[in-house]
């Protein structure tokens, strides 16, 4: 190839007259990212599961046709090789390599695995400690007041789960539908997702500040950051991620009775009036 992969694009664009801001806007790809792009900077973006994303919004911008496009970056990360970021696609590596990627990619995830049981085993051990002394404290009837609160959001959340996810950026997802089924997508900026799972659900997510996730109508907290991987398990994340619910309808029933009263002194004030003339 005469020209780099990132030159081709460039080259592309400016004979068309189009702007990096114009296909940043239409495509929420951050104009870094863009830039980086057309740098053959792959290093600088977030993987190659999204530079190959980008590379098909992009084309699509420029009225390029995505798959040649596609095949002409994979052939130039053949004759290249350039550093990526992400899981490579080009020629497979010898034999040894594998196995050291497999070995330490194992060993990752066992450690990972130790890590994430460990945290949730202390925050198992830390969550009655506080919540004995709460319950010591007040009077038994305010502790009666404090469980509902508690498991109060959790019959909102109730099997199946019905996930909507909604894309602000370009995100990839892979759900494992109950043990069983698998489905994967990737979502651009204004794509809508739905899922449904009957007892269980497991959403590997490749840009979790990119997607707003809702679950049975329930609009999730965010749960990570832009371009950032990240895992939600159904029924075992909900705890994690459901909206605080506000305690202020409560004092709302109470405030109409003051009200009440307050129209009784209403009625004796004109007569105090009647009486100073």
């Not at 066992?110 to 007040?138: C, D, F, H, M, Y």
Request: hydrophobic fraction near 35%.
């Amino acid at each position: 190839m005469e020209n780099s992969f990132g030159e081709y694009l460039r080259q592309q664009r400016e004979t068309r007259e189009i702007s990096l801001e114009a296909i940043s806007s239409r495509t929420k790809i951050q104009r870094k990212f863009l830039f980086a792009l057309e740098k053959d900077q792959y290093e600088q973006l977030p993987g190659l599961i999204f530079v190959r994303g980008f590379i098909r919004a992009y084309a699509e911008q420029i009225s390029l046709n995505p798959e040649q496009t596609l095949l002409r970056f994979e052939e130039y990360l053949k004759e290249t090789r350039p550093v990526l970021s992400g899981p490579k696609s080009g020629p497979a590596p010898s034999k040894p390599r594998i196995l050291a990627y497999l070995l330490i990619a194992l060993f990752a995830l066992v450690l990972a695995g130790l890590v994430a049981s460990l945290i949730w085993s202390l925050s198992q051990n830390v969550s009655p400690e506080i919540t004995r002394p709460a319950q010591a404290k007040p009077a038994p009837g305010q502790a009666r007041v404090e469980k509902p609160k508690i498991p109060a959001s959790l019959p909102i959340i109730s099997t199946p789960f019905k996930l909507n996810l909604k894309a602000t950026e370009l995100c990839w997802l892979l759900a494992t539908i109950d043990g069983k089924e698998s489905k994967e997508a990737m979502l651009y900026a204004g794509d809508s997702f739905n899922i449904e799972a009957q007892e269980k659900l497991s959403l590997l997510i490749g840009n979790a500040g990119g997607v707003e996730i809702s679950v049975n109508s329930v609009k999730l907290k965010p749960i990570g950051g832009h371009w950032k991987p990240m895992r939600l398990l159904l029924p075992e994340d909900l705890p994690k991620y459901l909206p605080e619910k506000i305690e202020k309808p409560l004092p709302e029933t109470t405030k109409p009775q003051p009200g009440e009263n307050k129209t009784q002194p209403d009625a004796p004030k004109p007569k105090t009036e009647d009486k100073k003339p």
